[in-house]
């Protein structure tokens, strides 16, 4: 029996779309699906949870939960990777409670910046010791990482393990339509060519029937930028660079230094940009899963259609050999995208089919967007050298050289803003040197 492991089981909802849309699929029926989780409380609804989904959806697959993650990863094909080290508490609390007491305000802190920094350096230990299972029980899967940070987190797998490894996120494959959605204009006969790294890649084309789309897009934005909404960031952007990024305005806010600023505190408002929205939405998640259970856990007429996640499309065509393109995060080996380093994780377009996955070459970016992925690129390569070194100098160099960080604060305080996290941490960390 083929297998397909997700760690990180015990998130529910997600493994409800990522495991529910494999069951959907004729070709992945009769696998076994294991779901491992260090919560074994929401370990035991994700299996209630898809044990009912299996029947409604009279699918053939096997549900089994596993205590020993080792056993959960024997022989698996698949490994689906959805962990979050730390949590919301003491994790994300201390990403965003520390850095306020200098100031440095965040929205997300789950990509760069100073809380993408230190989620990596939590997590990149704990894929370390996935990886070193999977070597040893299932060296010949594939691991689809959806774990954030992800151009930190899949690089360093692709660098330092001999497990092969694709990030996948949401944001590529629905940036053409809700663009073209919140502008009111139609989505029929669009293509479209998107590339960068992780939620900064860059909608480099979006043609109709041949005809560039972007000259309307831009004169819409710069229409819709008079009234507030939530895409403002996004908007300046692609005034001042020319081009739409991929992931959300509260997002792209912390990845750059023109927005959160204390000098300016008006932009705040002016550009809807929404501080502290992630631990807010972790609040509202936990206390909306309370009421959630009901209808997921508990619902014997539970049903699911596929959803758009890259996950199972990229099973399936390993599985049937019948080709499947999407947006795929990959070493940059040999320029994919020429003008970012080859040690870079970038987001490019990828092909996916029984003999594995291609990704395909972009060539050069504008300069400009290689500009602002490199401002980015320089903090993930220099969190990743700190995770496997163990030397703490690179943590203040990776924040030093991080665009919002530095923006805001002195060298001087960002050693120490750094000390302070490493210190609150505790046991969440490896011992720096």
Request: hydrophobic residues 40%; contains cysteine; charged residues 25%.
């Amino acid at each position: 029996m083929s297998k397909i492991t997700i760690i990180g089981a015990g998130s529910t909802a997600f493994a409800k779309n990522l495991l529910g849309d494999c069951m959907t699929v004729e070709a992945l029926q009769d696998f076994e699906f294991a779901l491992f989780d260090i919560d074994q409380e929401r370990l035991k609804e994700s299996e209630a949870m898809l044990t009912n989904l299996k029947e409604s959806l009279h699918s053939t697959v096997k549900i089994a939960s596993y205590t020993d993650r080792k056993q959960a990863l024997r022989n698996a094909k698949y490994v689906i990777n959805t962990i979050h080290v730390g949590g919301y508490n003491p994790g994300t609390i201390t990403d965003f409670e520390i850095p306020k007491k200098y100031n440095l305000r965040q929205t997300i802190a789950d990509t760069v910046g100073i809380g993408g920094i230190f989620r990596s350096l939590r997590t990149i230990p704990v894929l370390m010791d996935i990886a070193k299972d999977m070597e040893e029980v299932c060296p010949n899967a594939w691991f689809l990482n959806y774990t954030n940070p992800m151009a930190v987190l899949t690089g360093t797998m692709l660098r330092y393990t001999n497990i092969k490894t694709v990030g996948l996120c949401h944001s590529v494959q629905v940036c053409a339509s809700r663009l073209l959605d919140s502008l009111e204009m139609p989505k029929d006969k669009v293509q479209w060519k998107i590339a960068g790294i992780n939620h900064m890649a860059w909608l480099l084309e979006i043609t109709r029937d041949g005809k560039d789309l972007y000259p309307v897009i831009k004169q819409r934005a710069m229409v819709k930028q008079k009234t507030k909404h939530d895409d403002m960031v996004r908007f300046e952007l692609m005034k001042h660079f020319g081009y739409y990024v991929t992931e959300s305005s509260e997002h792209n806010a912390e990845y750059h230094p023109y927005f959160i600023k204390s000098k300016y505190p008006e932009l705040i408002d002016r550009l809807n940009i929404p501080l502290d929205e992630y631990p807010r939405r972790c609040v509202n998640q936990i206390e909306g899963w309370k009421n959630m259970r009901e209808v997921l856990v508990n619902n014997k007429n539970l049903t699911h259609e596929r959803t758009h996640e890259y996950g199972s499309y990229i099973i399936e065509a390993m599985e049937t050999d019948v080709p499947f393109k999407f947006g795929g995060n990959v070493l940059n080996t040999g320029g994919l995208i020429s003008n970012l380093p080859e040690k870079a994780c970038v987001e490019v377009p990828c092909v996916v089919d029984r003999s594995g996955i291609a990704p395909t070459y972009v060539g050069e970016l504008p300069q400009q967007l290689a500009a602002l992925n490199q401002t980015n690129i320089n903090t993930q390569l220099l969190t990743i050298e700190a995770a496997m070194t163990l030397k703490k100098e690179y943590i203040y160099q990776a924040a030093m050289l991080d665009p919002h960080t530095a923006a805001e604060l002195s060298l001087d305080d960002i050693v120490s803003l750094c000390d302070d996290l490493i210190e609150a941490h505790g046991d969440w960390l490896p011992k720096y040197n």
